[in-house]
């Protein structure tokens, strides 16, 4: 359904095609390669919407006179610079909920990958050697026993959880507040989290906060049996500190879906024959990301027909629309 011609929401860099369409038959779209704001044009001082996929930094908000809201695609808006947003009264929304099992699902998939050594083993067998040699070593580690740390209890974090208790773990957590009427254990900060478990799952959001949260005492706390999973964001983690302890066996095992620097990942991690890596594919299946697709318009969508944003973020959730 047509909302509005007038109303001409820019897209930069690229985005899913279902958004793209919905965006196309709903507004005034407009595209630009990249989040440069050096690519704005004069025409594009009617724009009062952005859909994006990739970082929107302050100079891309401030290029943009008109603009009232962000609509980002993906739960995580590290990317988003909510603080000049909120500064100058825009909205910024993100897809919660909506990809949380399927985002569970990869991480219990990269933990069983890192301990039971899968992706080895089937190459194992493609190269002929279960033929040539005979059967793939036993491997080391076992998820029978182990014991699970979550760090970021929230959405994610607790259908991680779930599926953990189902395989028989054990599970305790490290958030900035305890997650009231949680049945697992708190831990008041990363190490400590990662002394009492061998197991670590990192799901928390990027940015300042969590920035290289995972260093090497985390890692030397998590111990030679320890195994760590990452589906949050590359940021939070000290990837030098992370290689080095992949290769001197401080930790066993890392499975990773997340890097500091995507699509770039460090020689090191790729060299490392302990490591599952996944290029960022959390979330990344047609349902999934068509219900993110959709969230992402809908958001827009209720801002310009109704004045509420649906999946406000936190730091804006006080702005309302200009009269
Ligand atoms: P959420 O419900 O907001 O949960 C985030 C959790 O992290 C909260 O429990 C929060 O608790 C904790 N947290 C936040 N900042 C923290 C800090 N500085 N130190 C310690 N704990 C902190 O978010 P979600 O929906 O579960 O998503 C979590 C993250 O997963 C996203 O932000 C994104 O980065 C990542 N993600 C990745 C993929 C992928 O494709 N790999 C897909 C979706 C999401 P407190 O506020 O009490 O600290
Ligand atoms: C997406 C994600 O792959 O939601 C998030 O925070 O990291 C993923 O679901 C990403 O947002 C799309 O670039």
Not at 169 to 197: F, H, I, Q, W
Not at 207 to 220: D, F, I, M, R, Y
Not at 238 to 250: F, M, N, P, R, V
Not at 306 to 321: F, I, N, Y
Request: negative net charge.
């Amino acid at each position: 359904m047509k909302l509005s011609d007038d109303i001409h929401v820019l897209v930069p860099g690229s985005l899913n095609e279902h958004a793209l369409q919905r965006i196309g038959d709903t507004f005034t779209l407009q595209a630009i390669p990249t989040g440069d704001a050096k690519l704005v044009t004069p025409e594009m001082a009617n724009v009062r919407g952005i859909a994006s996929m990739v970082p929107v930094g302050a100079a891309l908000i401030d290029a943009l006179p008109r603009l009232e809201i962000i609509a980002n695609f993906g739960v995580g808006y590290d990317g988003v610079d909510t603080a000049r947003a909120a500064a100058k009264g825009i909205m910024v929304t993100n897809t919660p909920d909506v990809l949380t099992e399927e985002v569970a699902d990869t991480a219990l998939g990269l933990l069983i990958n890192a301990v039971r050594e899968l992706p080895q083993a089937e190459k194992w067998l493609r190269a002929g050697r279960w033929l040539k040699e005979g059967a793939y070593p036993l491997t080391g580690a076992t998820l029978r026993g182990r014991r699970a740390g979550i760090f970021g209890l929230g959405r994610i974090g607790k259908a991680i959880a779930q599926r953990l208790e189902a395989l028989g773990m054990t599970v305790a957590y490290y958030n900035r507040n305890p997650v009231e009427g949680s049945p697992y254990a708190y831990y008041p900060s990363l190490v400590e989290l990662a002394m009492a478990v061998d197991t670590l799952i990192c799901v928390a959001p990027g940015g300042k906060g969590t920035e290289k949260a995972v260093n090497a005492e985390v890692l030397k706390a998590l111990g030679p049996a320890g195994v760590f999973v990452n589906v949050g964001r590359g940021s939070s983690v000290d990837e030098d500190a992370l290689a080095a302890a992949l290769e001197s066996g401080t930790i066993r095992a890392a499975g990773l879906d997340v890097f500091a620097d995507e699509p770039n990942v460090p020689q090191r991690l790729l060299d490392a024959p302990n490591t599952c890596l996944l290029p960022h594919v959390g979330s990344a299946s047609v349902y999934t990301r068509d219900a993110m697709a959709d969230l992402q318009v809908d958001n827009l969508v209720s801002w310009f027909a109704e004045g509420k944003a649906l999946t406000p973020v936190s730091e804006t959730r006080h702005v309302r629309p200009r009269s």
